[in-house]
């Protein structure tokens, strides 16, 4: 390994503009994940909030409530990361 590097330690890097291309293209993708996970987060607790209030109510939504729990979280990070996605990857309009 060594010997290997030696023989390219005083070359120059090249830019590659397909490798930046890459890099922001993975960023905007984390950056849409985290985004959409926080947003999911909300939802949840709000879920969860709901839950509480129709059990102390002894309201007969229950299972509404249950089922808001796992679906309206899943469906609005898929949602989220769509929209976060598209929004990101536009032009800027000064470009």
């Not at 390994?1 to 590659?16: I, V």
């Not at 679906?71 to 309009?93: D, E, K, M």
């Amino acid at each position: 390994m060594r010997t290997t590097t030696a023989q390219h330690r005083g070359m120059a890097w090249e830019l590659r503009p397909e490798v930046e291309d890459l890099i922001g293209l993975r960023t905007v993708r984390r950056k849409a994940r985290e985004r959409a996970a926080v947003g999911a987060l909300l939802v949840l607790f709000t879920a969860i909030g709901y839950l509480v209030w129709t059990v102390s109510a002894h309201d007969g939504h229950r299972l509404f409530a249950a089922l808001l729990l796992l679906w309206a979280p899943l469906a609005t990070y898929a949602l989220l990361v769509t929209l976060f996605r598209l929004c990101s990857s536009r032009t800027p309009a000064h470009a």
